[in-house]
């Protein structure tokens, strides 16, 4: 669907006859908080920081009956976190508790019309491709995905003789590839059978599209999602711009709560030089029994920073109690990066320390 059809079907869905009925409002929020122990190969530091795969947050949702089978509704949502795990560099947190990465940012601010046709959104929410690399019956996400959302903005530290120098963060050498929240139009599907399409435009040129399935399948349960985005001239996961994502994911869930997730991303970069699109790879195995869940992982990227690669291992176990609504987790994960001579700024003859990150941390939602 190209620009000029998703404006067509924005403005009928606005110009729809619209019955006076009740709005339907319901508010809901959590609050993520963890303990992050870091060790660089040249210090160790205790941070306190609010997660970036689950921030805290509070919103409103509001739905009303539009009529002729059409339901309204509008979402707003912000982000509330202090010490942001993306801003928290190790051993060089913030010192002043100034509430680093943005205290207040909005995650959605958007309005919808659904009906047997499907959905069509306007204003600040998620693109099509967003969550791609996601697809997981991992219940123990919040201790360890395929992000690095517990430590990505740690530094890795560069050593030669007997200098040091900061050698970029976890998150310059690896990169989900996945689309984002960012000021779009939004049209998804109706489901046809196990199979949903979404497809987005926003500004800078961005368009964005994915498949998504779902569905029993051999005895367990399968998620698949492929996504594709495209922004010309916008900036990517490297410097130069990315003018071409693809991403997807992949998971499936025996009937024993065993599961195996996989995932990759890349780009195809028009950077006016030559040089190796980057691309993360990323699988996991796990267990969900009970109010438990178990998984280990690996991540490799790989030019995200030109000339650089990034091996992650992974491990993470969440504890959940029902009423309230309790998430206890602890993940450990061991980075290793390697570098060509020269390349990432970091200077030849250097070698690079691994990073151990582990958190201990709780998940409280409310609705």
Not at 21 to 48: H, I, K, L, M, P
Not at 107 to 116: E, I, K, L, P
Not at 285 to 293: A, K, P, Q, R, T
Request: proline share 3%; charged share 15%; glycine share 14%.
């Amino acid at each position: 669907m190209n620009k000029k059809a998703l404006a067509v079907a924005v403005a009928a869905a606005l110009t729809a006859p619209m019955a006076a009925q009740a709005v339907s409002t319901s508010w809901y929020g959590q609050v993520n908080r963890a303990v992050q122990f870091v060790d660089d190969g040249r210090d160790s530091e205790v941070n306190f920081v609010d997660s970036t795969a689950s921030s805290t947050r509070m919103g409103w949702i509001g739905t009303a009956d539009a009529g002729n089978g059409v339901t309204a509704g509008a979402q707003i949502e912000y982000d509330i976190r202090s010490n942001a795990a993306f801003a928290s560099t190790g051993s060089d947190v913030d010192p002043a508790d100034t509430g680093n990465g943005g205290a207040l940012g909005v995650r959605h601010a958007y309005v919808w019309f659904s009906g047997d046709w499907g959905k069509l959104s306007m204003g600040h929410t998620s693109d099509a491709s967003d969550s791609v690399v996601f697809a997981s019956y991992n219940s123990a996400w919040l201790a360890s995905e395929f992000s690095s959302d517990w430590g990505p903005g740690v530094e890795f530290q560069a050593t030669n003789g007997t200098a040091a120098a900061d050698a970029g963060t976890i998150y310059s050498y690896a990169s989900s590839f996945d689309g984002s929240r960012r000021d779009v139009v939004r049209y998804d599907t109706p489901s046809f059978g196990p199979i949903s399409a979404q497809v987005s435009a926003g500004t800078n040129s961005r368009f964005d599209a994915s498949v998504r399935f779902s569905a029993d399948v051999g005895g367990g349960s399968m998620l698949a999602r492929l996504g594709y985005g495209q922004a010309a001239g916008a900036p990517g996961p490297t410097a130069g711009g990315s003018t071409e994502t693809i991403s997807g994911s992949a998971s499936y869930l025996f009937s024993s709560g065993t599961f195996i997730d996989g995932a990759y991303g890349t780009s195809d970069l028009d950077a006016g030089a030559a040089r190796s699109d980057p691309d993360t790879w990323y699988v996991a195995l796990g267990h969900n029994w009970g109010n438990n869940s178990a998984v280990i992982n690996y991540l490799e990227g790989s030019d995200v920073t030109q000339g650089c690669e990034l091996d992650r291992i992974g491990v993470g176990f969440v504890h959940k109690i029902p009423e309230p609504k309790v998430e206890l987790f602890t993940g450990y994960h061991h980075y290793t990066a390697d570098c060509d001579a020269g390349a990432g700024g970091i200077a030849a003859g250097s070698s690079i320390e691994d990073l151990d990150v582990f958190t201990l941390g709780a998940r409280v939602r409310f609705d």
